[in-house]
């Protein structure tokens, strides 16, 4: 059974940073792309960044030169370093492959003014 387990967010004040991490289990992540995604009460879930199988990345433009995205295939996981946060980019934080697994529990920011 895939699953996805997000981990890393938490509360910090603007300018700051987090790590998200993205353990896969049940699938190897190396021949997918991988992507992670935000969900605010007030909007849909909206993609953040992506990551392909040979390092090719590519970001909404909201996050572009304060978020990169990387992988380790080893560990089977993905990340998400944040940098120079905004209270805009407040919400729940979520990866996936593409094309799609089940969604996991994802993991709360929160950034604070």
């Known amino acids: 059974q895939v699953q996805l387990v997000e981990s890393g967010g938490g509360l910090v004040q603007a300018g700051g940073s987090l790590r998200l991490s993205c353990a896969a289990s049940?699938?190897?992540?190396?021949?997918?792309?991988m992507d992670w995604y935000r969900q605010t009460p007030e909007k849909q879930r909206e993609f953040v960044a992506r990551?392909?199988?040979?390092?090719?990345?590519n970001y909404a433009d909201s996050v572009k030169g304060r978020f990169t995205i990387s992988r380790d295939n080893a560990k089977n996981t993905v990340y998400l370093q944040m940098n120079s946060l905004k209270p805009e980019d407040t919400g729940v934080y979520y990866c996936?492959?593409?094309?799609?697994?089940?969604w996991g529990q994802g993991t709360q920011v929160t950034v604070s003014s």
């Open positions: 996936n492959a593409v094309p799609k697994w089940p």
């Open positions: 049940g699938s190897i992540i190396s021949i997918y792309a």
């Open positions: 990551i392909g199988t040979i390092g090719a990345t």
